[in-house]
Nanobody, 124 residues
Framework: QVQLVESGGGLVQAGGSMRLSCTAS????????MGWFRQTPGKEREFVAA????????VYADSAKGRFTISRDNAKNTVLLQMNSLKPEDTAVYYC?????????????????WGQGTQVTVSS
């Protein structure tokens, strides 16, 4: 099993920045890819960004390109999501996820482990 713990959410004004962190523990050797998703009430979980466990490959949703950066800290088993130029429509619960296979990383169904989520609220 892999445990994922997110941190870094909160309230920020539009145009501001926020950094989310996700720390993995347990059988981390089984992880091949990690991603960030977000969800608002009544909507499906939406892909934001993903990074290979080695850190060599990243992929972003169109809504995140140019504003968000996903990265890995191998020494700390941590994945970071740096979010800049935040908009009110970025408001959501953000989830960290890990998968044991390397796929496109864009589908929530491809992931094996999930964190508990952290609320990000962007005020206008």
């Amino acid at each position: 099993q892999v445990q994922l713990v997110e941190s870094g959410g909160g309230l920020v004004q539009a145009g501001g920045s926020m950094r989310l962190s996700c720390t993995a523990s347990g059988r981390t050797f089984s992880i091949r890819n990690m991603g960030w998703f977000r969800q608002t009430p009544g909507k499906e979980r939406e892909f934001v960004a993903a990074v290979s466990w080695s850190g060599g490959r990243t992929v972003y949703a169109d809504s995140a390109k140019g504003r968000f950066t996903i990265s890995r800290d191998n020494a700390k088993n941590t994945v970071l999501l740096q979010m800049n130029s935040l908009k009110p429509e970025d408001t959501a619960v953000y989830y960290c996820a890990a998968q044991r296979q390397i796929t496109s990383g864009r589908r929530a169904s491809e992931y094996d482990y999930w964190g508990q989520g952290t609320q990000v609220t962007v005020s206008s």
